[in-house]
Structure formats: structure tokens, C-alpha cells
């Protein structure tokens, strides 16, 4: 039987399929953050239960960390001891972390491909929705709850339901300055939060192709914002170079029978797919959200639309709502919406790549009157890697602040928020009212989006720089 | 886990979609290390004015909800983060059902690991409990998990679909782990084998 590529992961996973019982698939890896697993840890105390594979996880704290000032101690009592529990569980049960002050720490999903610790292949899981970035690899990587972090550390699989599987074809040539971020966008906005909902989407066609492996954890991170269970990019020549070499990255004779087995995880010519959607990549232009849902977007050359836009009443509805808590009137041109803070960084847009772009389009600018730009790398790699390259020295001298790396303004937890009814251009992944602080209104973009707006003041669109 | 029955109770009405999990349980309050006590949070900006009292135009402020156990709401409901401090502040709150067309996926899961029965109505179901509530502020509906009923006055009621292995499990509340745990032998089979096929997952 023909397969995708998400079956033959699965069916290599399956380890048992007991009456009665979900299926069970076993896990290959497992990554940690501060936020998701103490309750897990806890749990495992109170059953008397081990960690069954220390080796399978990799652990790091970014959601709670300062992206400034961090020789100092967490002023915030609650956050802090959350950032201690996850060491002393760490410690108590010999796993690998990459602490606050260790030079590999950052944001989980950067962290993880930077030392080879995901391949093709590999069941991945984390306590975290956008373990979806991993797919990039061709790794079937998704986000669990903490019951299911707690299982997995204690059996090394989860019981699971099957997916259905979804083809997204994309074709075609990105206009310069449309990115992996504008087609992640775009296709939330053609297919909804919800579209993916029971899914696995694999992303094909030579648009995806041409995109860089950063390009593509971009877009499998964004799979979760259309609703799926995962994102799959199939592995090729990007994908081993990439790896090659890398700290947890196969070797020598190892090397070459992984290489064997990658190349044999491409969906079958011919393979069927539950559902198929297709997108031209010369149709997309730079993205930009207008509301409080990732759906709720469209391209930079367009206006904010008005609820009688939309033929479907809670659509209506929903537009109403996020026009009111956006403080936004329908029909404003895209251009002239305002901005007070840019804020690049995340585990969607944290990536060296990132950085270059952002950078190549600051250059030589500064940041508009009233408007904060802050530039949060997305771990200790990416940042000496920027600041090797310079790129530290062009956002500072344009007024950005560089910072240390974290989640930071992505979901606002360790202290870096807006104010209400602040306004941002923000790299991150998710608009939902109030994610970036209480009253904060959220514009997601791509970095040379953001980084266009911070000169402006406003959006604006790049390709016309 | 807590094991799921038949309950009766009232409804509460939330007329949103795309309910997300930063608004069930914003992330200021994802800093405990415990799993408890996060019902006070449930939905806290909306809930709560600025000065920490009750927002009175938020729906489950509403006297006639005071007492529900079943939240009925839009599509999509549960989308965003893994957060399973959803479903804790949820089931904290008092809420052991829910009742929408559609779940985002990991926290569709989540629910079935705290004792919270996801029922899965049609569109035009939906909007029938919707106007039923609308009608009649307070009105019970009855939920049965063994015979997959729900049961309303008005009679609105349908027969819902639920994984079977899943009502199993609600039905006697029993520990997922304790249930895979029961196949070690398989696992240490399985394990044994992928180490040899995948060495360089093991270096």
C-alpha cells in the first residue's frame, strides 16, 4: 500500500494496538520547559514511578526567564520557584538541562534543532503546542498536555488516536520578502484555526522546497495555528546538511544507516491524502493580522474588513469583536494602522535567519518617534551568531533594544508585556486578546515586516523599500 | 481520576467561538508548580474588571449560571496552547462537561485526563441548546456518559458519538498510565527491537 509519510512514521511508532485500548506510540523524544512538566514531575513522586529513558528528553527554561538584567535574581516569587523546581527535577532525575546561565539555553523549539536532537523519522513530543516546529524535519512532533508529559516520562509512550492526513501544496515563487511566515499566515487565513482540526498537514510543492530549515520550522510551528496535530516538511538534502555534525546528530557508520532510513520516509508517489488544499506562492504577499485570531488576517496591500464582509454570522461576529478590542474601524487601509512596540523574536521567528533580514532591513534606519523595538534572540547560539555577524550593532544603533533570549513577548510571562491598548508588530505566532499582556494588541508578521514598521511607525509594505 | 456518569445540572451559555486557551487561563497564572487551584482564574480577564470585581456584562457572572456544571459554546473551543491548566481551571471551576461543534486537538485530550466530557454537538444542535438556554436562563440538561444521551427539557436532546476506549475509561476513572503500564512486556519488546533498527537514537 502506498503511504504519506506520516503513516510509515506511524506505523513504525506502533507498539501496541491492545482491545479496548487506544493504539500506543512509542516516543523517541521528549522535551521539557518550566511551565508544562512540574505537575508530571510531581505526579511520578506520588505513583513512585521513574523517568523510564533520561536520555530521550532535553530540558530547557524559557518561558519564565528575564530577557534582561539576568545575573540578577527572578523578582517575581512565583515565576522563580518554578525556574528552581525545574532544576531540582532535573537533577533528582538525571536529565539534561540547559539552565538559565548554561551557553546552549534559549527557546525550547531553537534549541533542539541547533543540537541535532530531532531527526527524520522520530516520534517528538513536548509540552507544548508548538512542538509542530520539529516537523520541519520530518519528524512527527506534537504538542501533549502535562498527564500525557507525566506518561510519557513514565512509559515512553502515549496512547493515541490516529490523525486524518492533509496535503498542502504550494507552488511557485515567494515575491521577495514574502517569507515562511506569510505562507504560514495565509494558509490560516484560507483554511481557519479550526481547518486542521484531526489532522496531520504535510507541506509539499517547490515552493517548500526553496524554503531554507529555518524557513520551515517557521511554517510547521504555524501548523498548531491552523488547528493540526503536526506539520511534516519531507527530509532532502537541506535537511541532512543541516544536521550533519551536529552534537546529537548521527555519526560514522550510524550516520549512513540513518541517512539509509530518512531517505526512505517520503510519502509514497501516489499516496492518499484525507484532504488537499493548494496555494500559489506568487499569490501571497506579506502578511498581516487585523484581529484576535491567526485566521484573522490578509495581505499588506489590503484593508481591515467590517463584519458585513463575512457571510457567516459568528464570523460577523467574531470581527466585530476583535474591531472593538483592537481598536481598529473597518475599512482602514492595512499601511496606516500604527504601531508602539515591535517585538522580534519567538520560537517562530527567533532564528539566525531571522535576524538577517531584520537586520538587512533596519540597516541604516531608526526607530520611529514612540515606538520600542526589542530584538529577543532566540537562544545564546543565535545571539553569538548575530552578534558575530554584526547584526547586534545595526538594531542597536537604530534604537532596538538587544536583548537576552526567552519566550519574552510571545506570551508575556516573564515580565516583557504590553500596556493596555499598546500596539505591536510582533514575530510571534498567536494574536488571541490578551496574550501579550492584558488590553495588548497584537499585529503578527514576519521579522522584515516588523522591522519595516519600527522605521515607519507604521505597517508598510516592503517590497516597496 | 474522578469516574464520570450521569450528571444533571445547569447550563451555561457562552456564545463565542474560537475560545482559546489564554483566555480560559491567562499565563500570569501559569507559574504554579501545582495542579490545583487555578478555578479561581477561569477566564480572568474576561470575568474580572480592573479593580478584581465581577465583570457584569461577562455571561458566567450570571446568576442563572452560578451553579453549572455544563458550559455550552462555540466552535473550535480549546484552541491555542497545550496548557492542560485549561482543563484544570475548568474542572476547578465546577464545569465537568462541555458542549461545542468542534475541539482543538490537545486540549480535546486533556479533557478526557481531568474527568471533563467533551460532547461534540452539530451546528444546528448547537444552536438549538443555544436558544434553549437563551430562552430559559437556569434550565437543567441531563447528561448520561453510558447511554451517550444528552437530555433537555425542551427537547433538544441528541445521542452523542465518544470514542469507545475513552468512555471506558471516564466510565470507571481509570489512570492512563496504570492502564499502559499493564503493557510493559510489549514495551520492552518494542524497545528492544527499535534499538536495533534505529541505533543512533540510543548513542
Known amino acids: 500500500m502506498k503511504k504519506t509519510m506520516y503513516e510509515k512514521i506511524w506505523d513504525s511508532h506502533l507498539v501496541a494496538e491492545v482491545a479496548g485500548q487506544a493504539p500506543l506510540l512509542y516516543v523517541d523524544r521528549h522535551l521539557m520547559h518550566e511551565v508544562t512538566s512540574p505537575q508530571a514531575f510531581e505526579g511520578l513522586r506520588l505513583s513512585k514511578r521513574k523517568v523510564r529513558n533520561p536520555h530521550s528528553i532535553l530540558a530547557t527554561m524559557d518561558h519564565c526567564v528575564p530577557t534582561k538584567n539576568r545575573d540578577l535574581p527572578i523578582a517575581d516569587p512565583i515565576a522563580k520557584k518554578q525556574i528552581e523546581t525545574m532544576a531540582d527535577n532535573c537533577h533528582e532525575n538525571g536529565l539534561n538541562l540547559y539552565d538559565m546561565k548554561n551557553p546552549n539555553n534559549g527557546v525550547i523549539h531553537i534549541v533542539v534543532p541547533e543540537h541535532g536532537f530531532v531527526h527524520p523519522g522520530m516520534v517528538v513530543v513536548c509540552g507544548d503546542s508548538h512542538t509542530a516546529t520539529h516537523g520541519a524535519f520530518g519528524a512527527l512532533a506534537f504538542g501533549i498536555g502535562t498527564s500525557e508529559v507525566e506518561h510519557v516520562m513514565a512509559t515512553q509512550t502515549l496512547p493515541q488516536q490516529k490523525s486524518k492526513t492533509m496535503l498542502i501544496q504550494i507552488d511557485g515563487e515567494l515575491s521577495k520578502y514574502a517569507s515562511a511566515k506569510d505562507i504560514a499566515l495565509a494558509i490560516t487565513g484560507k483554511i481557519g484555526t479550526a481547518g486542521g482540526n484531526g489532522h496531520v498537514i504535510e507541506y509539499a510543492g517547490n515552493a517548500i522546497s526553496k524554503l531554507s530549515m529555518e524557513g520551515r520550522m517557521t511554517l510547521c510551528n504555524m501548523a498548531i495555528e491552523a488547528g493540526a496535530r503536526a506539520g511534516l516538511v519531507a527530509p532532502d538534502e537541506k535537511t541532512y546538511t543541516y544536521l550533519k555534525g551536529r552534537e546529537f546528530a548521527p555519526s560514522g557508520d550510524n550516520w549512513d544507516k540513518a541517512l539509509a532510513y530518512w531517505k526512505s520516509l517520503p510519502s509514497d508517489e501516489g499516496a492518499v491524502f484525507d484532504t488537499i488544499v493548494t496555494l500559489n506562492a506568487a499569490d501571497i504577499e506579506p502578511q498581516v493580522t487585523w484581529g484576535t485570531s491567526p485566521e484573522q488576517v490578509t495581505g499588506i496591500t489590503s484593508i481591515v474588513p467590517a463584519p458585513e464582509d463575512f457571510d457567516d454570522e459568528i464570523k460577523k461576529e467574531a470581527c466585530a469583536n476583535a474591531l472593538n478590542y483592537m481598536g481598529l474601524t473597518a475599512h482602514t487601509k492595512i499601511t496606516d494602522i500604527p504601531v508602539d512596540l515591535i517585538f522580534i523574536g519567538s520560537c517562530t521567528n527567533g532564528r539566525i535567519e531571522d535576524f538577517r533580514i531584520a537586520a538587512e532591513v533596519t540597516k541604516g534606519t531608526k526607530v520611529a518617534d514612540k515606538v520600542t523595538a526589542i530584538a529577543v534572540p532566540g537562544s545564546y547560539h543565535v545571539k553569538k551568531q548575530a552578534e558575530d555577524e554584526g547584526l547586534d550593532k545595526i538594531f542597536i544603533d537604530a534604537g532596538w533594544e538587544w536583548r537576552e533570549p526567552g519566550c519574552s513577548m510571545c506570551l508575556a510571562m516573564n515580565g516583557d508585556e504590553l500596556t493596555v491598548g499598546q500596539r505591536s508588530a510582533s514575530t510571534s505566532n498567536r494574536n488571541f486578546e490578551g496574550r501579550q499582556g492584558k488590553g495588548g494588541r497584537t499585529h503578527l508578521v514576519s521579522p522584515a515586516m516588523a522591522a519595516a514598521a519600527a522605521s515607519a511607525g507604521h505597517f508598510v509594505d516592503i517590497r516597496k523599500l | ?203
Open chain 2, 1 to 203: 481520576m474522578q469516574a464520570y456518569k450521569k450528571h444533571e445540572s445547569i447550563a451555561a451559555l457562552m456564545k463565542r467561538s474560537n475560545v482559546d486557551t489564554d483566555q480560559i487561563i491567562p499565563k500570569q497564572f501559569l507559574k504554579k508548580v501545582e495542579r490545583t487551584g487555578f478555578g479561581k482564574h477561569l477566564f480572568h480577564d474576561w470575568r474580572f474588571n480592573d479593580d478584581g470585581s465581577d465583570n457584569a456584562e461577562f455571561e458566567l457572572n450570571k446568576p442563572a449560571f452560578k451553579d453549572a456544571h455544563i458550559l455550552v459554546a462555540g466552535d473550535n473551543f480549546g484552541c491555542g496552547s497545550s496548557r492542560e491548566h485549561a482543563p484544570w481551571a475548568i474542572a476547578d471551576y465546577g464545569f465537568n462537561t462541555i458542549i461545542s461543534t468542534s475541539y482543538a486537538d490537545i486540549f480535546y485530550n486533556n479533557c478526557f485526563k481531568n474527568s471533563i466530557l467533551p460532547i461534540i454537538a452539530t451546528k444546528e444542535q448547537l444552536a438549538s441548546l443555544m436558544d434553549e438556554i437563551a430562552a430559559n436562563e437556569g434550565v437543567k440538561f441531563i447528561v448520561d456518559l453510558e447511554n451517550q444521551t444528552l437530555t433537555t427539557p425542551a427537547g433538544n436532546g441528541f445521542k452523542f458519538e465518544v470514542d469507545p476506549v475513552r468512555k471506558n475509561n471516564m466510565l470507571k476513572g481509570l489512570d492512563d498510565i496504570g492502564l499502559t503500564l499493564q503493557h510493559i512486556d510489549l514495551i520492552d519488546q518494542y524497545e528492544a527491537k527499535h534499538k536495533q533498527t534505529y541505533p543512533w537514537l540510543w548513542v
